[in-house]
């Protein structure tokens, strides 16, 4: 790889770990004032927020990296041969550092306002109890959770995600001569996917979403037990954003490849 070509993959990179970081950050920023704060948004107006913060990332990355923001969606692209495998790595270290990095800046933001909350409920990190204000960051099970049915759950939204996504994406379509919509509508993809769902099981689509900011809980107090297993499921319920949306998008692209591309 000559210089031209590392400059171009490091200018690359550094829009992946940014744009993947700005989806969290705006998520993060929201939930936490939801939960911090006198200002409450439900899940309605968090799911906006979320599908925003994916449209304005794509309109920031997409002429540089081709926004993927998501280490399923680059694993995807380079197993049906559609992206550079020297360049898989180093999307995914940025992408996933990206996530990490931002809910630093996050936790930076709130840190007045979590030590206030921590000592008003006396909140001990490292405790079952403070995965109220870790949940801020990343997913945890939900009350009578089921890891099958979750699992199975993610697998099938992150499918039906990115055969939509590769038919908004598709050239020589509708919205070929207006490209400007096309952050518009995975956004909105987003927004929908959230409010169906969202609000009865942890849909995630993106590992980065959910790795990069488990790890940063891990070494600011949390510990291992962001990682541990739950004491209803065999396996740990962290491996659910992690391994599902990867199954899912690889399934829902091959699906989109073999049977409806045009």
């Known amino acids: 790889m ?15 770990f940014f744009g993947t ?5 705006i998520g993060f920023i929201f939930l936490g004032a939801s939960k911090l704060t006198n200002f409450h948004f439900n899940h309605y107006e968090m799911s906006f927020i979320w599908g925003l913060g994916v449209s304005i990332s794509i309109y920031f990355n997409f002429s540089i990296s081709g926004a993927h923001l998501n280490p399923a969606i680059t694993i995807f692209l380079w197993l049906s041969s559609q992206f550079n495998k020297k360049k ?13 990095f931002f809910s630093i800046i996050v936790y930076i933001i709130y840190y007045k306002l979590l030590i206030t909350f921590e ?11 403070s ?8 997913i945890f099970p939900k009350e009578n959770n ?14 039906l995600f990115i055969v939509l996504l590769m038919k908004i994406n598709e050239k020589n379509n509708f919205f070929q001569s207006y490209n400007f919509m ?27 979403r959910d790795l990069g900011p488990r790890i ?30 990867i199954l899912g998008i690889n399934l829902g692209g091959w699906i989109y490849i073999i049977i409806l591309k045009r």
């Open 2 to 16: 000559n210089l031209c070509s590392k400059k171009k993959l490091l200018k690359q990179c550094f829009f992946e």
């Open 21 to 25: 970081g700005l989806i969290v950050f």
């Open 88 to 100: 898989v790595i180093p999307y995914l270290i940025s992408q996933i550092f990206g996530t990490f």
């Open 119 to 129: 000592n008003k409920y006396n909140i001990i990190r490292g405790t079952k109890k």
């Open 131 to 138: 995965l109220e204000l870790a949940s801020i960051f990343c």
């Open 146 to 159: 089921n890891f099958i049915y979750d699992f199975i759950l993610e697998i099938i939204i992150s499918s």
């Open 182 to 208: 096309r952050p518009i509508l995975i956004g909105i993809l987003v927004t929908l996917l959230n409010l169906s769902l969202g609000d009865c099981n942890n849909i995630t689509l993106n590992p980065a």
């Open 216 to 245: 940063f809980l891990s070494l600011f107090g949390w510990g291992k037990l962001v990682f541990i297993n739950d004491h209803k499921n065999i396996l740990p319920y962290f491996l659910i954003p992690e391994i599902a949306p």
